[in-house]
């Protein structure tokens, strides 16, 4: 029998790894199981944005966006390597009408039955008022209008489109922040386990009895279900928990296509169903299209993006590019399904996107979390431990706030000289290259590359600038296991890569993990 922790995980997801992180640097003992990799499920497939959710205004979720407004810049400063700004452009259309049953669609269908199916443009500026003060906004610039009349942002929409408003959001590369978390969890004294599938939980003399399907057991203080997807799961079958708390599955599909146009900014299209989907740049070469929203049913592992919805995003971006965007062009489709706390709502865009967190407190504490947006993690993972604070007063305070993840210690505008110094460094690495493994590891980036003083010295190249010593990091340090972890989820070089070059990946990795 191992030692007893205080807290053990079941989840390796942004939320399972943020609370591992924040729990362990209070000086708490933690373990964290995680079934496959990190990041595989919900974590990896988002929207890849620290925003405050503009759209989530109109459904008077005040508390939900004024949080995550207030995250964006906080998050920034600790993870300049995989997080930057980013500016969006809403252009003004003056043929939009929409169905839509918003409690602020239906206060102007009352107060302006003249106007029924509009988004009038006052209210969209009164919004971006709003996004724009909610959240004591310091480094993102404000809202300005914007003319698309002979503009690089106009260029490649409809000519009908002529106005636009341009505001602030924040990029994030999703999965990496995971790993992220994870690695500096374990630098923090948690035990990380990837590939370890929890079968059963049971309260047993104060404490939890928890056993992998391997037969290991371990004995915990408290258990925390980070399930996401399988919350409901592990609530009903692993812990045998009697709750009548559920969990609704809502399936957010993307597309990726070649590069739509040539400038850095973001596309933030309303469509006639009163929903949005976004047009964002996308390493380098594409350009990612989404999100859908749609009740999901079956395994979250058996997610994808579905030909209906890939001809409902192809067709909701031809409404606004001068271009049609067709199926033929799409690269690249990946899907997740978000775990929201059933609240009942009608729809599933209607389905709130606040985090629930709900303690079981009949004998050893359980806490189990529900929905959250990836902007929000970090304050989930903080209002995590004040529930679970009178359980362990030896608990350290709140410290996550401003403290840089791995490879994040420098300033928000610091990336073009740390491009520079890696390059002096390295003098075999083009600019390209840099500008990647910097985007990637950051003040990290040169001992990813091991001293090495040619490309060969970095050893076999696998493709797309991956190398053995690249690998063989992400294999050490941020628990990949598999090609899949790497080329899709810690890198997205699976894009770049052809699939024997990914299959000869694999087969490496499961050489190198045998000898290990």
């Known amino acids: 029998m191992s030692q007893t922790t205080d807290l053990f995980i079941i989840g390796g997801g942004i939320n399972g790894c943020g609370i591992a992180r924040d729990a362990a640097g209070r000086g708490l003992s933690v373990r964290l199981a995680e079934m496959g990799d990190l990041a595989q499920a919900t974590s990896s497939s988002s929207t890849k944005l620290f925003h405050g959710g503009l759209r989530y205004l109109e459904y008077l979720e005040i508390r939900l966006v004024r949080e995550a ?42 107060l302006m039955p003249w106007n029924r199916g509009h988004r009038p443009n006052f209210l969209i500026r009164a919004g971006l008022f709003l996004y724009d003060n909610l959240g004591g906004r310091k480094i993102l610039p404000g809202t300005r209008s914007l003319s698309l009349r002979g503009t690089p ?117 309303q469509g006639h169903d009163g929903r949005i989907i976004f047009a964002i740049p996308y390493q380098g070469d594409f350009t990612l299209i989404g999100t859908t929203d749609r009740d999901h049913h079956g395994s979250p592992l058996n997610a994808e993006c579905t030909p209906e919805e890939q001809d409902y995003l192809c067709d909701f971006a031809s409404d606004y590019f001068a271009r049609p965007v067709t199926r033929g062009q799409i690269v690249w489709t990946y899907s997740g399904v978000r775990p929201l706390y059933d609240d009942g709502a009608k729809s599933a865009t209607a389905a709130t996107r606040d985090y629930v967190l709900s303690l079981d407190a009949e004998g050893a504490p359980c806490l189990n979390v529900f929905g959250g947006k990836i902007t929000t993690y970090r304050r989930l993972a903080e209002h995590a431990l004040e529930k679970l604070a009178p359980y362990f007063p030896q608990a350290g305070r709140a410290w996550t706030a401003g403290v840089a993840l791995p490879g994040g210690d420098f300033p928000v505008d610091g990336v073009s000289a740390l491009i520079e110094a890696l390059q002096e460094q390295f003098p075999f690495l083009d600019g390209g290259w840099a500008t990647r493994l910097v985007r990637a590891y950051g003040t990290d980036a040169g001992a990813v590359l091991d001293g090495a003083d040619s490309a060969a010295g970095l050893g076999r190249d696998f493709g797309a600038t991956l190398t053995e010593a690249e690998v063989n990091w992400l294999m050490t340090h941020e628990f990949a296991r598999h090609a899949d972890d790497i ?24 050489r190198k993990r045998v000898a290990a």
């Open 69 to 110: 407004l207030k995250e964006r810049e906080v998050l920034l400063r600790a993870m300049p390597h995989i997080s930057w700004p980013m500016r969006f452009v809403l252009p003004l259309d003056p043929k939009m009408t929409f169905e839509s049953d918003t409690p602020v669609s239906k206060a102007l269908a009352l």
């Open 153 to 269: 942002e106009g260029a490649p929409l409809q000519d009908r489109l002529q106005k636009a408003y341009e505001y602030s959001d924040c990029w994030v590369e999703d999965a990496r922040l995971v790993s992220l978390n994870a690695r500096d969890a374990a630098i923090r004294g948690a035990d990380v386990m990837v590939g370890a599938k929890v079968a059963d939980a049971v309260r047993e003399d104060g404490l939890w009895r928890v056993t992998l399907e391997d037969g290991r057991v371990f004995r915990a203080r408290a258990l925390i279900n980070a399930g996401g997807p399988w919350v409901g799961h592990v609530i009903r079958d692993v812990a045998h928990l009697d709750s009548r708390e559920t969990v609704r599955l809502v399936r957010g599909s993307h597309i990726v296509v070649r590069k739509l146009y040539d400038h850095d900014k973001a596309y933030f299209f």
């Open 487 to 510: 080329v899709w989820r810690r890198t997205k070089l699976g894009l770049r890569m052809t699939p024997a070059q990914i299959a000869d990946l694999e087969e490496w990795m499961i």
